[in-house]
T-cell receptor, first 116, second 112 residues
Framework: NAGVTQTPKFRVLKTGQSMTLLCAQDMNHEYMYWYRQDPGMGLRLIHY???????AKGEVPDGYNVSRLKKQNFLLGLESAAPSQTSVYFC???????????????FGAGSRLTVL | TQLLEQSPQFLSIQEGENLTVYCNSSSVFSSLQWYRQEPGEGPVLLVT?????EVKKLKRLTFQFGDARKDSSLHITAAQPGDTGLYLCAGARSSNTGKLIFGQGTTLQVKP
């Protein structure tokens, strides 16, 4: 059981380049999320999805786009990378349902992105 | 605006010492979680607290949710080098969206 898998683990981009981060989960979770982690700022939610075909903006969505064409995959795209998007990106998923269980996130190992 | 304030942000202690990490907010949360993260890995859930005043213990770790569900604390007794890591608190504003608000994190170093 792999849980949440992110690819690639590392990437270096030049300003203006585009790229896509892929997240795959094998737990049949309904909800998926993309967070970014920066020193001293904890994790901030970029975009999230409450089911296949749905996406919604989080706390810091500008400069990013997402797609959830299949339930198990959640893609994060950067159309024109900027140095401010240098960060570690984490994908997470959680099951459907009310109560505390719905908020239990399983995270991937992270993708470190550097924009020069 | 950081809705969840963690303190301290950095803590370096000797093996065997006790410590407490605080997570404070002016907002009410339906539940609050504590995660631990090691370098190069994603956060891993330690505990979820749901009821105001709730106390949960996980071996040497004691977690408490404030009566008003606005704050939480993590107490570690007799810290060990294996406790070294980044500790994150995260609050949920509703019970079923999965959207969490994270604190800045507390980096703990336990020296042997």
């Amino acid at each position: 059981n792999a849980g949440v898998t992110q690819t690639p683990k590392f990437r270096v981009l030049k300003t203006g380049q585009s790229m896509t981060l892929l997240c795959a989960q094998d737990m049949n979770h309904e909800y998926m999320y993309w967070y970014r982690q920066d020193p001293g700022m904890g994790l901030r939610l970029i975009h999230y999805s409450v089911g296949e075909g749905t996406t919604a903006k989080g706390e810091v969505p500008d400069g990013y786009n997402v797609s959830r064409l299949k339930k198990q995959n959640f893609l994060l795209g950067l159309e024109s990378a900027a140095p401010s998007q240098t960060s570690v990106y984490f994908c997470a998923s959680s099951p459907l349902g009310g109560g505390a269980g719905a908020n239990v996130l399983t995270f991937g190992a992270g993708s470190r992105l550097t924009v020069l | 605006t950081q809705l969840l304030e963690q303190s301290p942000q950095f803590l370096s202690i000797q093996e065997g010492e006790n410590l407490t990490v605080y997570c404070n907010s002016s907002s009410v949360f339906s539940s609050l979680q504590w995660y631990r993260q090691e370098p190069g890995e994603g956060p891993v859930l330690l505990v979820t607290v749901v009821t105001g005043g709730e106390v949960k213990k996980l071996k040497r770790l004691t977690f408490q949710f404030g009566d008003a569900r606005k704050d939480s604390s993590l107490h570690i007794t007799a810290a060990q080098p294996g406790d070294t890591g980044l500790y994150l608190c995260a609050g949920a504003r509703s019970s079923n969206t999965g959207k969490l608000i994270f604190g800045q994190g507390t980096t703990l170093q336990v020296k042997p």
